[in-house]
């Protein structure tokens, strides 16, 4: 199995970190357009197989994407990270011609590929990386549900003082602030979590977790990188061995929920074709109105993408 993770960057170089670590595939391919820096990273982690112990072999390469020939998963992680005071959208004009770019390069070398978008603003840059490639919207998909999901699980742990690994959770929506909470969807150790917290201190995690990457952006000044990057590798770990995970995905839907043609989070099983299914949740009036405040905010930077595209056509 080969993956390529392209972006060398903190996010990419965890993911491929990570990948390796877990021994998830025989070869990681690192790129970047940095002269020698996906190199550079990718030694680094073969040089800690040693220690560690592992087989996964990682090499870098700088822009040449015929190394990466025949690649089964690609994590597209490439881009500019946030910065105080952006929000994800202010990064929409030049990453969306990075994520262009790269998925006509990643295409053309590993045409049946399963692509994973990290790069933000997540949604849109899903949209167009699904425009760019002409594969499937099950091939073609976004990384956002898992790592909101982790913060908002991470956080709950915190506040009951129990092990993460008891905790399940759905999000659903675009991803930042419009995310769409389901505490009705969450449980410790199968334990409805509205039976073990208060309703004001659920309502202020669920908040938080919305301003996550936010948080972090503010205290180290950038974008996170060890959870996303963490992230996006269990999501090419339930790919390449197949095992059909219930994980909330960015997704264009497609009648689902009612909504048609928007990128947006969704719990879906991830298996060996990439998403296998989408699940439909039985949402509540209020959940369904957040869901439509979330899709409206991700068509209107849709729609900005768009006019980007036919303004400089």
Same mark, same amino acid.
């Given at each position: 199995?080969? @993956?390529?993770?392209?972006?060398?960057?903190?996010?990419?170089?965890?993911?491929a970190?990570v990948?390796?670590?877990?021994?998830?595939?025989?070869?990681?391919?690192?790129?970047?357009?940095?002269?020698?820096?996906?190199?550079?990273?990718?030694?680094?982690?073969?040089?800690?197989?040693?220690?560690?112990?592992?087989?996964?072999?990682?090499?870098? *390469?700088?822009?040449?994407?015929?190394?990466?020939?025949?690649?089964?998963?690609?994590?597209?992680?490439?881009?500019?990270?946030?910065?105080?005071?952006?929000?994800?959208?202010?990064?929409i004009?030049?990453n969306?011609?990075?994520?262009?770019?790269?998925?006509?390069?990643v *295409?053309?070398? &590993?045409?049946? =590929?399963?692509?994973?978008?990290?790069?933000?603003?997540?949604? +849109?840059?899903t949209?167009?990386?699904?425009?760019? &490639?002409?594969?499937?919207?099950?091939? @073609?998909?976004?990384?956002?549900?898992?790592?909101?999901?982790?913060?908002?699980?991470?956080?709950?742990?915190?506040?009951?003082?129990? &092990?993460?690994?008891?905790?399940?959770?759905?999000?659903?929506?675009?991803?930042?602030?419009?995310?769409?909470?389901?505490?009705?969807?969450?449980?410790?150790?199968?334990?409805? *979590?509205?039976?073990l917290?208060?309703?004001?201190?659920?309502?202020?995690i669920?908040?938080?977790?919305?301003?996550?990457?936010?948080?972090?952006?503010?205290?180290?000044?950038?974008?996170?990188?060890?959870?996303?990057?963490? =992230?996006?590798?269990?999501?090419?770990?339930?790919?390449?061995?197949?095992?059909?995970?219930?994980?909330? +995905?960015?997704?264009?839907?497609?009648?689902?929920?009612?909504?048609?043609?928007?990128?947006?989070?969704?719990?879906?099983?991830?298996?060996?074709?990439?998403?296998?299914k +989408?699940?439909?949740?039985?949402?509540?009036?209020?959940?369904?109105?957040?869901?439509?405040t979330?899709?409206?905010? +991700?068509?209107? *930077?849709?729609?900005?993408?768009?006019?980007m595209?036919?303004? &400089?056509?």
């Amino acid at each position: 199995m080969k @993956v390529t993770v392209v972006g060398a960057g903190n996010v990419g170089a965890t993911c491929a970190d990570v990948l390796a670590t877990r021994e998830i595939a025989n070869e990681v391919v690192l790129v970047d357009i940095k002269e020698g820096f996906a190199e550079g990273k990718a030694l680094d982690i073969w040089q800690k197989a040693p220690i560690i112990g592992y087989d996964t072999r990682t090499v870098g *390469v700088t822009g040449d994407y015929s190394r990466t020939a025949d690649s089964d998963v690609v994590v597209i992680t490439s881009g500019l990270p946030r910065k105080p005071g952006m929000t994800r959208d202010d990064l929409i004009s030049t990453n969306a011609g990075i994520v262009k770019s790269v998925t006509e390069q990643v *295409v053309k070398y &590993s045409p049946n =590929a399963i692509i994973i978008i990290v790069s933000n603003p997540l949604d +849109v840059m899903t949209y167009q990386a699904h425009l760019t &490639s002409g594969l499937p919207r099950t091939k @073609v998909f976004g990384m956002a549900g898992i790592l909101d999901t982790a913060r908002y699980r991470a956080f709950l742990a915190e506040a009951l003082n129990v &092990s993460p690994k008891d905790i399940q959770a759905v999000l659903m929506g675009g991803h930042g602030d419009t995310m769409v909470p389901l505490p009705r969807y969450t449980t410790v150790g199968g334990i409805p *979590v509205t039976e073990l917290i208060g309703k004001a201190e659920l309502d202020a995690i669920v908040q938080r977790t919305a301003q996550g990457g936010g948080e972090l952006v503010k205290l180290m000044g950038t974008s996170a990188w060890y959870a996303p990057g963490a =992230a996006a590798a269990q999501m090419v770990e339930a790919i390449l061995r197949d095992q059909r995970r219930v994980f909330p +995905v960015c997704i264009k839907l497609e009648g689902e929920y009612g909504i048609d043609g928007v990128y947006l989070g969704a719990p879906v099983i991830l298996g060996k074709n990439g998403i296998e299914k +989408v699940i439909e949740l039985q949402l509540n009036d209020e959940e369904k109105a957040l869901l439509e405040t979330s899709r409206g905010h +991700v068509k209107e *930077v849709m729609d900005a993408l768009d006019n980007m595209s036919k303004a &400089s056509a």
